[in-house]
């Protein structure tokens, strides 16, 4: 028998019909529920193909795959809230490696996981593409020696040109 989720009554995102989409940097709409396993470590991977977000100082839009994977402890993020935070990034203006350390921010805030890395792969605009990486791992933890591990050891296998 699956155990009752009285966490899910407090969402606002998860099923309303009347989605509001933010076009500017919207955190508030992030929510977590219960991770129903927080007796086991395991990674949960989200690709986001679709993430958009403004140059500042151009205006113009940048493209990038955004991985988030993140190991959680007691909280984990709602998908639909996590979709509508992703999306109000599109008229927002930062460059490439502040909007991917502002979102490996805002999901520590909201979730306080165990570790937590974000990766960008951002289209190549001027002839050159821009891949920030960005972790973390819980002080005093193993996924701190973790974060360093991966940190040091990213990447190692450059890509290919791809032409994306």
Request: with cysteine.
């Amino acid at each position: 028998m699956t155990e009752r989720r009285d966490d899910l009554q407090d969402l606002a995102q998860l099923g309303n019909q009347g989605t509001n989409y933010q076009f500017d940097y919207t955190p508030d709409v992030l929510e977590a529920i219960d991770n129903m396993h927080p007796n086991r470590d395991y990674f949960i991977k989200f690709n986001c193909p679709e993430f958009t977000t403004l140059c500042p100082q151009t205006g113009q839009p940048d493209f990038a795959t955004v991985y988030i994977s993140y190991i959680p402890d007691e909280k984990i993020v709602e998908s639909k809230s996590l979709k509508l935070y992703m999306f109000s990034f599109r008229n927002h203006g930062d460059f490439h490696e502040d909007c991917i350390n502002i979102i490996m921010n805002d999901l520590i805030d909201l979730l306080d996981p165990r570790y937590i890395e974000v990766w960008g792969q951002f289209t190549p605009r001027g002839g050159i593409s821009i891949d920030p990486y960005c972790n973390y791992g819980k002080p005093d933890t193993r996924f701190e020696q973790m974060a360093t591990h991966r940190l040091m050891n990213h990447d190692l296998n450059p890509e290919k040109i791809d032409n994306r």
